[in-house]
């Protein structure tokens, strides 16, 4: 079976502060993905990566960035944490089909 | 641009009946992938069911299937025998031609309910 793994179920930052969101997958696949999910906008993507250092810009990448330096796990970074950062976050791995992650409630206060 | 719509916010069904949830997509690409999630309350993203483009037959896994319409462009799931555990919401989406990084698009979502 297909595990992928996040961090963290629930957590709560404070505004400005730097957070990490970790996913790590061991089914050795390429493609990598983040999400952030909110209420009537399903799933929107903010960055993926195809290949150890490799990312490119989803379609709300602003405020994040990423890091793949192993090919099991990456990394959603947010610099400086803000409310309107409040969240779902899913991650996913895939080669042909995405699997997920049980997902991050981010809570910016 | 690609396009996935899911037109029901929220669905009603007895336990044991069926149920279809709506989907359409819009696309110019003759290649694509049709896919469906289920996220319970907890929060993780099943993955249920896929179809290609180019199936010749539309695609089932165990109770649900895929009521796949290529001229209308619908693809919508299909759950038969409900059960309380079907209770969730469920996403559809859509893959684009393959570029080799297999990038989705999701609709909004459906609420399915099921009451005993």
């Known amino acids: 079976d297909v595990k992928v793994t996040q961090s963290s179920r629930y957590l709560v930052k404070r505004t400005g502060e730097k957070v990490f969101l970790e996913c790590v997958q061991d089914?050795?696949?390429?493609?990598m993905f983040w999400y952030r999910q909110d209420p009537g906008l399903g799933l929107r993507l903010i960055y993926f990566s195809y290949d150890v250092k490799m990312k490119e810009k989803g379609d709300i990448p602003e405020g994040y960035s990423v890091s793949r330096e192993k090919k099991e796990r990456f990394s959603l970074i947010l610099e400086s944490a803000s409310t309107n950062q409040t969240s779902m976050y899913l991650c996913?791995?895939?080669?042909?089909?995405?699997?997920f992650g049980p997902g991050t409630r981010l809570l910016v206060l | 641009a690609q396009k996935i719509t899911q037109t029901q916010p929220g669905m009603f069904v007895q336990e044991k009946e069926a149920v279809t949830l709506d989907c359409t997509y819009d696309t110019s690409d003759p290649s694509y992938g049709l896919f469906w999630y289920k996220q319970p309350s907890s929060g993780e993203m099943i993955f249920l069911i896929y179809?290609?483009?180019?199936?010749?037959q539309n695609a089932t896994e165990g109770r649900y299937s895929l009521n796949f319409q290529k001229a209308r462009k619908s693809a919508n799931l299909v759950i038969s025998a409900s059960q309380l555990g079907d209770s969730a919401m469920y996403f559809c989406?859509?893959?684009?031609?393959?570029?080799?990084?297999?990038?989705?698009?999701f609709g909004a979502g459906t609420r399915l309910a099921v009451h005993p």
């Open positions: 996913a791995s895939s080669r042909e089909t995405q699997y």
């Open positions: 179809q290609g483009s180019y199936d010749q």
């Open positions: 089914m050795d696949h390429e493609n």
């Open positions: 989406a859509m893959r684009g031609p393959f570029d080799g990084y297999n990038k989705l698009i």
